[in-house]
């Protein structure tokens, strides 16, 4: 890997459902990597029941970058049942529901893939600021606004020095993190959520692994001592998850 794509999404809203959560269902604070996947699929137009067996950890590589600070709120949605009545007019049963959504949701995302006409296919999508089907943030009634940085250059580096990490940090490895509160550059506030992270091959969606992820809550880099993270040409350190 030499090169990678870099572009930031954005919108007024998300919601990225978390799994366990049903009747009043709460939002990862990022979209995990295979909602990411999910949104890729949507601009170069693959099928929702085709890009599973695209998006593998061996295949796609996706790292993810908070911009906008994580300000999650909770609002209430009236529910109808539109299958006991024929016409709006007629329908009496009315269900409200609590969703916890993400305000202003602002990332980048970082994206390499070893099939070459996928990666060309996804960067002229990007270059020419379309998408095959409308992207949106967990929700299709949350659009998403997409706007392409570049291609930009990246390297493999062997860790063992401590070094500030831009993107989110998935936890696969055991490394020290420096969370030392008296440090100026790492005073923050440190989250940690496990989201799911790959896909079984196949059109199914079973989820074969499931990633515990850290991060900043205002996005701030993550100083820690990676056993090897990538290098982006903009100066950026990145982990992919």
Known sequence: MEKCL???????WAHFRKIYTTSSPLSYSIPPRTTTAGLIAAVIGLDKTQYYDYFTKDRASIAVRIINPI??????????????????AQIRERTQVKQELVKKPHYRIYFYHTDQEMYQNLQGFLERGQ????PYLGLSEYLAHIEYIGEL?????????????????PLHDKFPINFDQDDPDQRGEYFK???????????????NEFAKVLFER?????????????QVGNGENIIFL
């Open 71 to 88: 300000r999650k709120f909770r609002i209430g949605l009236n529910f109808i049942n539109t299958k006991t009545a024929k016409m709006f």
């Open 218 to 230: 205002k996005g701030k880099a993550i100083k820690c001592t990676p056993n090897k993270y990538w």
């Open 6 to 12: 870099v572009f930031e999404v954005r919108g007024d």
């Open 131 to 134: 998408s095959f089907y409308t």
């Open 153 to 169: 250059a990246i390297r493999e580096v062997n860790g063992g020095v401590e070094v500030p990490i831009h993107s989110v940090l």
């Open 193 to 207: 959520e496990t989201m799911p992270n790959d896909f079984e091959r196949g059109n199914q969606r079973v989820v």
